[in-house]
């Protein structure tokens, strides 16, 4: 499975973004798909997953009401709508693949492929 995450930029704080991740493959329905982030000096940090069929969704709490995960299988591709963006959002975003067939998991330990990431920065 090969991810590339695409959307990142410069944004002033209050306005939003959207992450794009196309992945390959055929079975991309059956894959929980989630973002990560990670910011200079600290450790890469859960964002959000979403289950193969769309139907089932986590947030990390710093980011719930602000951030939504959504998938469009017919495209390969999943989301990341960020709204009300904080300087604290900056960071640069990953989006992960699981393909062990589970239910959803926020540890990064269980994704098995990751995209180069993009960058995500937010000025106040």
């Known amino acids: 499975v090969q991810l590339q995450a695409s959307g990142g930029g410069l944004v002033q704080a209050g306005g939003s973004l959207r992450l794009s991740c196309e992945a390959s493959g055929r079975t991309f329905s059956t894959y929980n798909m989630a973002w990560f982030r990670q910011a200079p000096g600290k450790e890469r940090e859960f964002v959000a997953v979403i289950s193969g069929s769309g139907g089932s969704t986590t947030y990390a709490g710093s980011v719930k009401g602000r951030f939504t995960i959504s998938r469009d299988n017919a495209k390969n591709t999943v989301y990341l709508q960020m709204n009300s963006l904080k300087p604290e959002d900056t960071a640069v975003y990953y989006c992960?693949?699981?393909?062990?067939?589970?239910?959803?998991?926020?540890?990064?330990?269980?994704?098995?492929?990751w995209g180069p990431g993009t960058q995500v920065t937010v000025s106040s």
């Open positions: 992960a693949a699981d393909r062990s067939g589970q239910q959803i998991e926020s540890r990064s330990i269980r994704y098995g492929y």
